[in-house]
């Protein structure tokens, strides 16, 4: 596809957005950003912005005149109609791996992962009730604004509540180390998370493993600890696509 002017909406600390922007950069599709404040300005709540996507989240892409949500979708429909390296493997079998992984990182629950280690001596984490607090105050003050709001409302309550619970905390953390091992093993078989060369399954794993260490959690590809993690983050962290995509692994959650 050529001529259509591509513009992704996105946040920079997003890890999302990062996905995208590594799928549009490992494709080699020209494209321009236009950032969506989703902390302080809270932009996604915008009018403007939930008529391009009504979930009020990034990324979303444009293509022309034409919208497209979900960052799984928008990754498949780069791979699928814009010339470029191919970054879907082409045996199957393959194929379906590099599905399953997409599907399993984007499960996790990164919020639960990065404030579980921010809890003060109550237990709560205090961005997260301070967002709880924003986005009620949002609500009140744009009525219009209420479907989405409340959904948003209804997660931080929700994500609130798991952090309340070392249980439910440890059962996510569980889930993300459990995941990062399984890239171990698929990484014994291909020299990338899919195949034996990149593919959008690696977008997503690059940026997993980014939002893993910005959280902490370094500790489970270090030490002798799942090598060949070990080995590929840094592949990934040469390849030109990280920077260019502003891929973030150091810092806090302020940077997000």
Partial sequence: MTGAKI???????SICSQMARLALLEKGVPFERRNIDIMKKAEQFEPWYTALNPKAV?????IGDEIVTDTVRIVYRIDRDFD???LTPVEPERAEAMERMMRDIMALHYGVLMYSRL????????VVVARGNFLREQRSKYPDRAAVLDARIAGNEKLQAVLANPSEIARHVDEARLLVSRIDDALSL???VSDDSYTLADTFATAALARFRLQGFEEWWSGGANAKVA???WRMRERPSWPAAGVIDTGSESDL
């Fill in 119 to 126: 809890l003060d001596t109550d237990g709560k984490a205090p």
């Fill in 7 to 13: 513009v992704l909406y996105d946040y920079l600390g």
């Fill in 58 to 62: 990034v990324p979303t892409l444009a």
């Fill in 84 to 86: 470029g390296p191919r």
């Fill in 231 to 233: 080995d590929y983050y």
């Fill in 190 to 192: 291909t020299r990338f």
